[in-house]
């Protein structure tokens, strides 16, 4: 089916967001909202970044002049990922299932990538808009009259909130048109970067990270993938081959170990931080150090103070799935 179909939906979302909201169908026809994301530089956000066109928009080294990202927590309708209001969001998904959803819906579609993330997060970082939402049983720890409408329980309390549910300030750009729930609520599968025994690989080409959404992720192949020679180790960012320590700090603490440079595409990706001042948003990495794990972002409703969009907990298994994980089909036209 035709991913852009002019209909009365599409024609009302867009005129009520002006433009910056659309919906895109999927191959059986299901709508999904989505937040027009325009091409920016890195120099645009921070000159310590780079030059260039940020990451997220270079697919296979050719920049797209915009990505569809999906407005909220995604829901699971006909095998394929869902983005609408309103609902509670898909859990219990693990990684390759959040990845066959999202590339269910036809060519373009994905599971969003770390890349993605990391444009929204600096982009909200610079404009001074990074998002408060459900981390603290349906309300945020920093504002706890801002609320959004319970949707599940945790014991006696309220867990998840319907996408969308919270006030403006809930969304990536601190209004009802931007990016919901990027801080809290359920913990978003993120594709094109993980650890091997500490050690950060990012899909890219020539050594330089791209969008390359439809690179295979699979254990074991490294085909399209980078190892950036780069670990987690600690609390500090070092050049050994393993990891022989976890990482539990700030996102802002991490920083590379005496003599380690710390290339710019990695505050790009939001792999280290931008800068400090990004709250309390957290860091954990796992503590096998022989084993592949695959990254959750954003946290969830019992995260408080350390959820946020530069928190990032890579601590699981492509297998792990419970009532944490959740995930969202972003899209990029072929």
Same mark, same amino acid.
Request: proline residues 5%.
């Given at each position: 089916?035709?991913?852009?179909?002019?209909?009365?939906?599409?024609?009302?979302?867009?005129?009520a967001?002006?433009?910056?909201?659309?919906?895109?169908?999927?191959?059986?026809?299901?709508?999904?909202?989505?937040?027009?994301?325009?091409?920016?530089?890195?120099?645009d956000?921070?000159?310590?970044?780079?030059?260039?066109?940020?990451?997220?928009?270079l697919?296979h080294?050719?920049?797209?002049?915009?990505?569809?990202?999906?407005?909220?927590?995604?829901?699971?309708?006909?095998?394929?990922?869902?983005?609408?209001?309103?609902?509670?969001?898909?859990?219990?998904?693990?990684?390759?299932?959040?990845?066959?959803?999202?590339?269910?819906?036809?060519?373009?579609?994905?599971?969003?990538?770390?890349?993605?993330?990391?444009?929204?997060?600096?982009?909200?970082?610079?404009?001074?808009?990074?998002?408060?939402g459900?981390?603290?049983?349906?309300?945020?720890?920093?504002a706890?009259y801002?609320?959004?409408?319970?949707?599940?329980?945790?014991?006696?309390?309220?867990?998840?909130?319907a996408?969308?549910?919270?006030?403006?300030?809930?969304?990536?750009?601190?209004?009802? *048109?931007?990016?919901?729930?990027?801080? +809290? %609520?359920?913990?978003? $599968?993120? &594709?094109?970067?993980r650890?091997?025994? /500490?050690?950060?690989?990012?899909?890219?080409?020539?050594?330089v990270?791209?969008?390359? *959404?439809?690179?295979?992720?699979?254990? +074991? %192949?490294?085909?399209? $993938?980078? &190892?950036?020679?780069?670990?987690?180790? /600690?609390?500090?960012?070092?050049?050994?081959?393993?990891?022989?320590?976890?990482?539990?700090?700030?996102?802002?603490?991490?920083? +590379?170990?005496?003599?380690?440079?710390?290339?710019?595409?990695?505050?790009?990706?939001?792999?280290?931080?931008?800068?400090?001042?990004?709250?309390?948003?957290?860091?954990?990495?796992?503590?096998?150090?022989?084993q592949?794990?695959?990254?959750?972002?954003?946290?969830?409703?019992?995260?408080?103070?350390?959820?946020?969009?530069?928190?990032?907990?890579?601590?699981?298994?492509?297998?792990?799935?419970?009532?944490?994980?959740?995930?969202?089909?972003?899209?990029?036209?072929?």
């Amino acid at each position: 089916m035709e991913a852009f179909v002019v209909d009365s939906y599409r024609r009302a979302v867009e005129a009520a967001s002006g433009g910056k909201n659309t919906v895109i169908r999927d191959k059986n026809g299901n709508p999904s909202v989505m937040v027009v994301i325009p091409k920016f530089r890195l120099e645009d956000i921070d000159p310590s970044l780079g030059t260039g066109v940020h990451p997220a928009f270079l697919v296979h080294g050719k920049e797209v002049p915009e990505i569809y990202y999906p407005k909220f927590q995604n829901i699971v309708v006909d095998g394929c990922g869902v983005s609408q209001p309103g609902v509670d969001p898909a859990v219990n998904v693990n990684f390759d299932q959040a990845r066959a959803y999202a590339m269910a819906k036809g060519p373009g579609w994905h599971l969003s990538s770390n890349a993605e993330w990391a444009a929204l997060a600096l982009w909200s970082w610079k404009n001074g808009t990074m998002p408060r939402g459900n981390n603290s049983f349906g309300c945020d720890i920093d504002a706890p009259y801002e609320h959004g409408r319970e949707t599940s329980k945790d014991s006696n309390r309220t867990g998840r909130v319907a996408t969308g549910s919270g006030p403006a300030s809930w969304y990536h750009d601190g209004t009802p *048109f931007g990016v919901s729930d990027m801080n +809290g %609520n359920v913990w978003e $599968w993120q &594709d094109g970067f993980r650890t091997v025994g /500490g050690r950060i690989w990012v899909v890219g080409e020539d050594g330089v990270p791209m969008n390359n *959404f439809d690179t295979q992720n699979t254990k +074991g %192949n490294n085909t399209g $993938w980078i &190892d950036t020679g780069l670990c987690y180790n /600690g609390n500090k960012i070092t050049g050994d081959a393993k990891a022989t320590a976890n990482c539990n700090t700030a996102f802002e603490n991490i920083a +590379g170990a005496s003599g380690v440079t710390v290339p710019a595409y990695f505050k790009a990706l939001a792999l280290a931080p931008i800068a400090t001042g990004l709250k309390s948003d957290h860091i954990w990495t796992g503590t096998d150090f022989t084993q592949e794990f695959l990254p959750i972002r954003g946290g969830d409703w019992i995260s408080q103070a350390n959820a946020g969009v530069f928190s990032l907990l890579v601590n699981y298994v492509r297998s792990d799935a419970g009532w944490i994980f959740g995930f969202r089909a972003a899209y990029v036209p072929r």
